[in-house]
């Protein structure tokens, strides 16, 4: 049975997209069978592994919108990065906007569509936008793993309390899910154990440590200037710069949480 990995936040700018292009790009070169689906309007993942613009109706709007009516394995678009990749449209609002109309069974809109393709793949990628709302349920329902990326500052812990309770409540209806927060974006003179604790980075970590408890993941991951330049090139960060400590630690994450399950 596939596993499938859906990234989250209710915050912006986290590196939910960075870190799931990443992750699923660094799973595929193991030579699993790899999907990503990207949920965001701002097609952060579908640019980086497709380029180049398409129509809504070829894009994962279509299969949510049901017009025209079409399916996920429809969809489907093979990355010459060696994965296959769901696109995403800047419209995908009109596609929240369906799914709040649907009287029953709105959340299960996405899983019903993944079962339709699930055993041509060993592992899924949800990429889902900052929001929490019926697409990220609809990006929770068929997960197996919740990763939460978030960076040192009280604002995105806030949002990432925010988060894991929504996925705590829904967890009422759906059922337990493994979550997991993600130090994202960390400044690298506190790599590894520095002596930052007497700073404020340094007492947010551990106030993150108390706050997200066993969901904390152990492995951080850098803020480098690695992973902008690899993006605005088309690379991912293994492509651009395979020997740098940021991709060598998304190459320890995807070990950790991801492949070692
Ligand atoms: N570890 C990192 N180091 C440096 N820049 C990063 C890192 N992770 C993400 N970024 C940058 O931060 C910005 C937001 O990341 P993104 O993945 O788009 O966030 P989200 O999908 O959560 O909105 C992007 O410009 C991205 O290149
Ligand atoms: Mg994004």
């Given at each position: 049975?596939?596993?499938?990995?859906?990234?989250?936040?209710?915050?912006?700018?986290?590196?939910?997209?960075?870190?799931?292009?990443?992750?699923?790009?660094?799973?595929?070169?193991?030579?699993?069978?790899?999907?990503?689906?990207?949920?965001?309007?701002?097609?952060?993942?579908?640019?980086?592994?497709?380029?180049?613009?398409?129509?809504?109706?070829?894009?994962?709007?279509?299969?949510?919108?049901?017009?025209?009516?079409?399916?996920?394995e429809d969809l489907v678009r093979e990355s010459d990065k060696g994965l296959d990749v769901v696109p995403a449209h800047t419209t995908?609002?009109?596609?929240?906007?369906?799914?709040?109309?649907?009287?029953?069974?709105?959340?299960?809109?996405?899983?019903?569509?993944?079962?339709?393709?699930?055993?041509?793949?060993?592992?899924?990628?949800?990429?889902?936008?900052?929001?929490?709302?019926?697409?990220?349920?609809?990006?929770?329902?068929?997960?197996?793993?919740?990763?939460?990326?978030?960076?040192?500052?009280?604002?995105?812990?806030?949002?990432?309390e925010t988060t894991v309770k929504f996925i705590r409540d829904a967890e009422e209806l759906i059922g337990p899910r493994t979550v997991?927060?993600?130090?994202?974006?960390?400044?690298?003179?506190?790599?590894?154990?520095?002596?930052?604790?007497?700073?404020?980075?340094?007492?947010?970590?551990?106030?993150?440590?108390?706050?997200?408890?066993?969901?904390?993941?152990?492995?951080?991951?850098?803020?480098?200037?690695?992973?902008?330049?690899?993006?605005?090139?088309?690379?991912?960060?293994?492509?651009?710069?395979?020997?740098?400590?940021?991709?060598?630690?998304?190459?320890?994450?995807?070990?950790?949480?991801?492949?070692?399950e």
């Amino acid at each position: 049975m596939s596993q499938v990995i859906a990234f989250t936040n209710s915050k912006g700018g986290t590196g939910k997209s960075t870190l799931c292009a990443n992750l699923a790009h660094t799973v595929a070169e193991t030579g699993a069978r790899v999907l990503l689906i990207d949920l965001t309007p701002q097609v952060t993942c579908t640019s980086l592994f497709l380029g180049g613009d398409m129509e809504a109706e070829e894009t994962i709007v279509a299969a949510l919108k049901k017009k025209p009516e079409k399916h996920l394995e429809d969809l489907v678009r093979e990355s010459d990065k060696g994965l296959d990749v769901v696109p995403a449209h800047t419209t995908m609002a009109d596609a929240v906007l369906h799914l709040s109309t649907i009287q029953l069974g709105k959340e299960g809109v996405l899983k019903r569509e993944i079962e339709r393709v699930r055993s041509q793949y060993d592992y899924i990628f949800i990429d889902s936008p900052g929001d929490l709302n019926e697409l990220t349920v609809n990006a929770m329902v068929p997960a197996t793993k919740i990763l939460i990326p978030t960076r040192i500052n009280r604002t995105d812990f806030s949002c990432t309390e925010t988060t894991v309770k929504f996925i705590r409540d829904a967890e009422e209806l759906i059922g337990p899910r493994t979550v997991r927060v993600v130090v994202n974006m960390l400044d690298p003179r506190y790599l590894p154990n520095g002596s930052w604790h007497n700073s404020h980075a340094g007492r947010l970590y551990h106030q993150a440590q108390e706050t997200f408890n066993g969901s904390l993941c152990a492995i951080a991951i850098p803020d480098s200037s690695d992973v902008r330049t690899a993006f605005d090139r088309g690379q991912t960060v293994g492509e651009y710069r395979r020997q740098s400590v940021v991709a060598q630690r998304i190459r320890e994450l995807a070990q950790c949480e991801v492949l070692g399950e």
